[in-house]
């Protein structure tokens, strides 16, 4: 009776992993290109002092927001890893407990 009770409980686990795994895997994806503008080609010397300020001003901005999207994507990254650890923790508690229940069965022959 403890082994069907073991292999039921199993069996949940990996049922519940794989639906784990299916919303996962429906998570909408990156973006594969930088929703940042990149400024053009340098002006040249001979362009004048107000258009290379101006190409200086679309650098700063362009890289303010690569920093702020490296930044959303770390924050996002470490939520995930967290999860991840939380996932992987709850795990090895519940297969602990799986583990000690069969020691006490095998104990209680």
């Not at 069907?4 to 990996?14: A, E, G, H, N």
């Not at 990156?30 to 650098?59: L, Q």
């Not at 770390?74 to 799986?98: F, P, Q």
Request: hydrophobic fraction near 45%; charged fraction near 25%.
């Amino acid at each position: 009776m403890n082994i069907l009770r073991l292999l039921v409980l199993l069996s949940f686990v990996v049922v519940n992993s794989g639906a784990m795994a299916q919303t996962a895997a429906a998570a909408p994806a990156a973006p594969a290109t930088s929703p940042c503008a990149k400024p053009g080609h340098y002006p040249g010397k001979k362009a004048s002092d107000i258009r290379k300020e101006a190409w200086m001003k679309e650098m700063r901005t362009w890289g303010e927001c690569v920093k702020a999207q490296v930044a959303d994507l770390r924050a996002e990254i470490d939520t995930k890893i967290k999860l991840a650890n939380s996932t992987i923790e709850e795990y090895n508690a519940g297969l602990k407990e799986l583990q000690e229940e069969q020691k006490v069965a095998e104990e209680a022959k």
